[in-house]
Every structure is written in C-alpha cells, then in structure tokens.
T-cell receptor, first 115, second 119 residues
Framework: AQTVTQSQPEMSVQEAETVTLSCTYD???????LFWYKQPPSRQMILVIR??????QNATENRFSVNFQKAAKSFSLKISDSQLGDAAMYFC????????????FGSGTRLLVRP | DTGVSQDPRHKITKRGQNVTFRCDPI?????LYWYRQTLGQGPEFLTY????????KSRLLSDRFSAERPKGSFSTLEIQRTEQGDSAMYLC?????????????????FGPGTRLTVL
C-alpha cells in the first residue's frame, strides 16, 4: 500500500524568507502524481502545485517550487518570499495513475509565518 | 460561486442518530470524492463516483455509511447510528475525467467540508 509521510508537524518562517517542507512517500508504482495542497484555517483546501512522476523537471508555480527526487521518493515544497497569507496547513498527497483516483495524504505540516 | 459546495457546514448530533450530508460538485465535473479528516490528520479517502457509479469504497466506509450520487450530479453521504468516533470533518471533492491515453494529473477541487460532532 502507498503511504505518505510528513515528518515536520510544524514549521516557522520569517516573512520574506524561504522555507522548505518535507515529504516522503512509499510506492511500488513507477508512474504516479504528487501534489501539495494548502488548507488555510477554516477554509477549503486548494491545490498549490503538482508533479507528474514521469517528468524529470521540477514543477514551479510562482513562489512555490518542488524538489522531486524519484529514487529517494522525496517530494519537498519550497516557498520563497514567504507571505503572511502562506500560513496554513500543507498536505502532501499521492495519486496513482490508472483506475484508482483517490488521493493519499500525509498528516500535514502547519506553517507559521512571523511578521 | 461555481466551486464545490457542501451542506450543512456544521452538524451536531447525539450518538445513535442518523445524519445526511450533501455535496454539490462543480457542474461539469464527472468525478466526485468523499474524504474524512480528523483533527491533526490529513484527509482519508472514503469513496468516489464517476457519474452515478460508485467505483471505489474504502474499508473505512463501514456498513453504517452509505453514499449516493443519483443522476450523476449532487451526492449524499449518510451515516446511520452515529458513534462518537464518527466526529470529523467530511470533505467532498470533484474533478473532471480527461479523455485520452495520457491524462494530465487532474486536480481535485475541494469543498469547505461538513464538520460533524457526535455527542
């Protein structure tokens, strides 16, 4: 069975600085998708960034980028120029390619942004 | 607002009562998912529909839980004989099924959730 592990329950970053959130996963599949979702307090979950495992290039979305290390099964999220609005729970998620479309989530990392 | 909506947002019930939640997906989305999220944890998959067909159910979905998606539009999740362990946030998400041999990683759009408290 696939699993997703986020070993940092909470991280703190100074506004305008850079922070990296860690995620590791376990799978025997060779093709899959990885996602980072953001869940602000009392608000719905939104997609931050996605990565297809067959793509070697790391995905970037404005201030958000990932470091995808397929052999190491590692998928970290880097947030540059952190803003107060980045404060939220961040969840790493895995999805197989094929018949099962369910997302498998990690336990989340709470990001605090200090002004 | 054309996002995923869920009703009610909060539900407080007594143990043993039945509860029903509703999810309205984004209108053109043909896939709909239910997840459960307990405090301090990530969401856990419960079940998903493609159009009106329920294609996968988690082992978490005991026989007290039933989900439907009549006519492939909105969905309902019913919990019978609620237990205190059912207290959680119930999230609904929807996505669009891409055609073709190599679909992109279609995004699941989440609703705001229904927070269930069982006393």
């Amino acid at each position: 069975a696939q699993t997703v592990t986020q070993s940092q329950p909470e991280m703190s970053v100074q506004e305008a600085e850079t922070v990296t959130l860690s995620c590791t996963y376990d799978t025997s599949e060779s093709d899959y998708y990885l996602f980072w979702y953001k869940q602000p307090p009392s608000r719905q979950m939104i997609l931050v960034i996605r990565q297809e495992a067959y793509k070697q290039q790391n995905a970037t979305e404005n201030r958000f980028s990932v470091n995808f290390q397929k052999a190491a099964k590692s998928f970290s999220l880097k947030i540059s120029d952190s803003q107060l609005g980045d404060a939220a729970m961040y969840f790493c998620a895995y999805r197989r390619v094929g018949s099962s479309y369910k997302l498998i989530f990690g336990s989340g990392t709470r990001l605090l942004v200090r002004p | 607002d054309t996002g995923v909506s869920q009703d009610p947002r909060h539900k407080i019930t007594k143990r043993g009562q039945n509860v029903t939640f509703r999810c309205d997906p984004i209108s053109e989305h043909n896939r709909l998912y239910w997840y459960r999220q307990t405090l301090g944890q990530g969401p856990e998959f419960l079940t998903y529909f493609q159009n009106e067909a329920q294609l996968e159910k988690s082992r978490l979905l005991s026989d007290r839980f039933s989900a439907e998606r009549p006519k492939g539009s909105f969905s309902t999740l019913e919990i019978q004989r609620t237990e205190q362990g059912d207290s959680a946030m119930y999230l609904c998400a929807s996505s669009f099924r891409w055609q073709g041999s190599t679909p992109p990683a279609s995004e699941q759009f989440f609703g705001p959730g229904t927070r269930l408290t069982v006393l």
